[in-house]
């Protein structure tokens, strides 16, 4: 089955340091999406990617959709201590799967902690 | 706007007890999930419901049994668990389940305990 790569699997940063996590597959994604997980709470998501080579930001987070389908990139620019939590890649099954969208296959997740 | 809503928030139950989880989705969605998340895991969907209809069942033991009486409410009903069940159970809710803008919005979920 489809399975997501996230890199890395956690991460000790300064404040104010850039971060940056990637999230590979050997299938091709049609949709990616990145989600934060903060402790004790469900997901949130942060960016969604519909078109390869799309680059797209939500504040100091900035997402690009690999030219290949099969990677995506997330980079957080002058990390701060609300950063912290699990960095969560998911991106739907293929039709050609004969699955629904709905179906995400969720990486396990990059934990990020930072040091203030 | 509370989004998605669950509870309770923790719940510790013996092998032997019959427990419900309980998620409200204030979105006006017409898809909502069930997921668990276990440690070192990916999130594993369980059952999802699109217009009060199953349309998904991953497999999952019958000791868990889903309920969705309307599209802004879902139920997880739970009876003779074990303790490799304990898990922070997820709900989420979609605007519909097939187009791939239906993003899934996720509650803070419950932190089950199984002794």
């Known amino acids: 089955g489809q399975q997501l790569n996230q890199s890395p699997q956690s991460m000790f940063i300064q404040e104010g340091e850039d971060v940056s996590m990637n999230c590979t597959s050997s299938?091709?994604?049609?949709?990616w999406l990145w989600y934060k997980q903060d402790p004790g709470e469900g997901p949130v998501l942060l960016i969604a990617?519909?078109?390869?080579?799309e680059l797209t930001s939500n504040g100091r987070l900035t997402a690009q959709f690999g030219i290949t389908r099969k990677d995506s990139f997330l980079n957080i620019s002058a990390s701060i201590p609300s950063d912290v939590g699990i960095y969560f890649c998911?991106?739907?099954?293929?039709?050609?799967?004969?699955?629904?969208?709905?179906?995400?296959?969720f990486g396990k997740g990059t934990k990020l902690s930072v040091i203030p | 706007e509370t989004g998605v809503t669950q509870t309770p928030r923790h719940l510790v139950m013996g092998m032997t007890n019959k427990k419900s989880l309980k998620c409200e989705q204030h979105?006006?969605?017409?898809?909502m999930y069930w997921y668990k998340q276990s440690a070192k895991k990916p999130l594993e969907l369980m059952f999802v419901y699109s217009l009060e209809e199953r349309v998904e069942n991953n497999s999952v033991p019958s000791r868990f049994s889903p309920e969705c009486p309307n599209s802004s409410h879902l139920f997880l009903h739970l009876h003779t668990l074990q303790p490799e069940d304990s898990a922070l159970y997820l709900c989420?809710?979609?605007?519909?389940?097939?187009?791939?803008?239906?993003?899934?919005?996720f509650g803070p979920g419950t932190r089950l305990t199984v002794l």
């Open positions: 299938s091709i994604f049609n949709t």
């Open positions: 989420a809710s979609s605007r519909g389940v097939r187009g791939f803008t239906d993003t899934q919005y």
């Open positions: 998911a991106g739907p099954r293929g039709f050609d799967s004969g699955a629904g969208s709905y179906q995400l296959t």
């Open positions: 979105l006006g969605h017409n898809a």
């Open positions: 990617l519909y078109k390869a080579g």
